[in-house]
């Protein structure tokens, strides 16, 4: 069974605030073939197509197209402030290796 991404309350805020003054724009989180371990998270803004599944709270939106969302079942979506900097982060129970790049995986 799939589990539907979760967006944490932080990731959300951050969004809201990133598309402030910006109606429309959302954030993409989609997994494409590539990246050094198999696949690769494409994070970036974007604006939503028809098939998206739409995650919404607090006025900002998570777009995941139908392609990517098995890959990303159960996931948790989350945004992570560092020393070396902020970024959104995934942590996904499907993946079973990462890279050191936290942006390619593989299953």
Do not use: H
Not at 40 to 47: A, L, V
Request: charged fraction near 20%; charge should be negative; hydrophobic fraction near 40%.
């Amino acid at each position: 069974m799939n589990l539907p991404p979760k967006v944490t309350s932080r990731a959300f805020a951050r969004l809201a605030e990133i598309t402030a003054g910006s109606p429309g724009q959302a954030l993409r989180v989609a997994v494409d073939g590539g990246g050094c371990s198999g696949f690769q998270y494409d994070i970036r803004m974007d604006t939503p197509a028809a098939d998206d599944l739409v995650i919404e709270e607090q006025g900002a939106k998570v777009l995941i197209d139908p392609i990517s969302l098995p890959f990303l079942s159960g996931a948790t979506i989350d945004w992570s402030e560092e020393l070396i900097g902020a970024r959104f982060v995934i942590d996904n129970p499907n993946a079973s290796s990462s890279c050191g790049c936290g942006t390619s995986f593989s299953i």
